[in-house]
């Protein structure tokens, strides 16, 4: 383990006095999957515009291909720390790990420390901060943390990278129909969140996320090329992407960092009348997902934005430059 340098809420390597931040981020993710999560939690971690309770690790799939650990929460909990000791980060308790299996029922929680963690957070008192709930995975934590508290839902805004395409605003990619990746963690959950809840819902579908490409040149020069930081992110990434080329057809030149848009949808918000306003949205009634996490049209779904552009060249050129800038200030203390 490296001696920490920083801890979160402190950027040393911002020349300028710090500013209060806008809002307050909980992320959750599933860290033991999907390297994407990390391009996004660390884009997150160095932004000075949000504060961050809590970095909740969530759980995979059963037999989820990306996994190599037995349990996928204690193994994301793992993934975050070594991440937090390249970072030369403190973990001052903002890291808390999820529940190990899905939701079996729509009226019972999946108890869990990040569960708990989560309704404590948005149900503070001692803070006017606007609190987000971001999640790139399944929404386990969220749907548990709902049915033990119902009060959260007017307590936060929930930004979910997720769920199958809407109808006229997205196709769903080639090959056989297959429930959407994040949804099919925990398709009870899903049913919690859209069926059950009164939560304010952003979501990003498959759709959208799966335009957020960048490609193998831009990581090896913009990341990679990047100190420790930037060669334990591509690495990560790599691994994945050799480990793939057989089952995918080869290579290939691009990876979709699909998670990424968390950051963009509360970081990068407009200075006057903040909102995401380079980015676009639609108002649709929240669909009703039924087992198998195939979403059917429902007229009195209370309202969901659902988001149909996203403004990928703020959201990654922010990144690399965020990482960069971060990387000049490590390297300098070593």
């Known amino acids: ?118 309704v404590a957070e948005a149900m503070r008192e001692d803070t006017d901060l606007p609190l987000f709930a971001v999640f790139g995975g399944g929404l386990t934590e969220l749907a548990s943390a709902w049915l033990m508290e119902p009060r959260i839902a007017r307590r936060m805004t929930v930004i979910w990278i997720g769920g199958p395409e809407y109808e006229t605003l997205g196709w769903p990619p080639p090959g056989p129909a297959e429930t959407e990746y994040n949804l099919a963690i925990d398709v009870v959950a899903g049913q919690v969140v859209f069926n059950d809840s009164d939560l304010v819902l952003w979501q990003v579908p498959r759709n959208l996320y799966r335009q957020c490409l960048v490609s193998d040149a831009e990581l090896r ?71 198998a996490g195939a979403a059917r049209p429902s007229l009195d779904g209370r309202p969901v934005r659902v988001y149909t552009r996203l403004d990928v060249r703020l959201m990654f050129e922010d990144m690399f430059t965020k990482i960069a800038e971060f990387d000049a200030w490590l390297s300098a203390q070593e």
Do not use: K
């Not at 793939?244 to 990424?260: M, P, Q, R, W």
């Open 221 to 291: 020069h913009r990341v990679r090329a990047t100190g420790a930081l930037g060669r334990h992110l591509y690495d990560a990434l790599d691994r994945v992407r050799v480990e793939f080329a057989g089952y995918v057809g080869g290579f290939g030149e691009t990876y979709a960092l699909g998670d990424s848009p968390l950051v963009l949808l509360t970081v990068l918000q407009s200075f006057f009348q903040p909102d995401p306003s380079s980015s676009d949205f639609v108002i649709r009634p929240c669909p009703r997902l039924d087992d």
């Open 1 to 118: 383990m490296s001696t920490p340098l920083w801890s979160l809420g402190q950027f040393p390597w911002i020349d300028r006095e710090p500013r209060p931040p806008r809002a307050r981020v909980i992320i959750d993710n599933d860290f033991a999957g999907d390297p994407d999560d990390l391009y996004q939690v660390v884009h997150h971690l160095l932004s000075p515009g949000v504060e961050i309770p809590l970095v909740v690790c969530s759980h995979l799939r059963e037999g989820d291909p990306f996994c190599q650990y037995d349990d996928s929460a204690e193994g994301a909990v793992s993934v975050v720390r070594t991440l937090f000791d390249v970072m030369r980060l403190a973990d001052d308790g903002q890291v808390v790990r999820g529940a190990s299996r899905a939701l079996t029922s729509r009226t019972e929680p999946q108890p869990s420390a990040a569960a708990e963690a989560i």
